[in-house]
Every structure is written in C-alpha cells, then in structure tokens.
C-alpha cells in the first residue's frame, strides 16, 4: 500500500519559489489522477493541481501561470513548482492519489474534490510573508 509523504514546504518571501514533492515509498503510483490541495485553517482543504495520467492538468485559477504540476518518469515522485508565491499562498499543502485508476481529471471534463482520493500524504507547511 502507498505511502505518501510530501518535502520541500518552508518559510519564504512573497515572489520567491518553492518546489514540492511527493513520494510514494516503494509504491508505484496508480494510473489515476493525482493531485495538490491546500487548507488553511479554518476553511476547507481546496484543490491546486491536478494531473491525469495522459498529462492532462488543471489549476486552480489563483496559481495558474504560477504553479505547475508534473510527475518523474518512475511514477514514483509528484512535484508542485510553486513560483511568485504571495502571502495567499500559505496552507497547509497536501498530496494525493487514487489507487483504483478510475478517477479522471482534465479541463472541462472533470475536477476532484477531496473525497474522490483514497492516499493523502502528511502536508508540507507553507508559509509565505509580506
């Protein structure tokens, strides 16, 4: 079973960059969709990035141009490049994936939600100051 642990959160300045991974311990990733939310407290974990299996991707409209999802060759690592990073952007970032391959994501077809994944990863902490 998957084991997902995220890296690369930690303190900057607004419009400094920062690069997320996620990684599933010995565990291949399924040919689902795979993605990042960020919550902060007191609101509901929302979605960032999503990446389908042919390479589909979808943002949230406040990161795009900013962020970008992408996966290693080895299915073994998901990364989120997080560039021009504002205050905003601080939450608390997670990873997830889901093993039966039957959740689809891309433009105009379909989004997930939280509850649509079966593996979420610890979180990585955000935080970005003015």
């Known amino acids: 079973q998957a084991q997902l642990v995220e890296s690369g959160g930690g303190s900057v300045q607004s419009g400094e960059s920062l690069r997320l991974s996620c990684t599933a311990a010995?565990?291949?990733?399924?040919?689902?969709?795979m993605g990042w939310f960020r919550q902060t407290a007191g609101k509901e974990r929302e979605g960032v990035a999503t990446?389908?299996?042919?390479?589909?991707?979808i943002y949230a409209d406040d990161v795009k141009g900013r962020f970008t999802i992408a996966q290693d060759n080895a299915k073994t690592t998901l990364y989120l490049q997080m560039n021009d990073l504002t205050p905003e952007d601080t939450a608390m970032y997670y990873c997830a994936a889901e093993l039966s391959g039957f959740l689809r994501c891309a433009p105009g077809v379909y989004q997930p939600y939280p509850g649509d994944f079966d593996f979420w990863g610890q979180g990585t902490r955000v935080t970005v100051s003015s």
């Open positions: 010995g565990y291949t990733f399924s040919r689902g969709c």
């Open positions: 990446i389908d299996s042919d390479g589909s991707t």
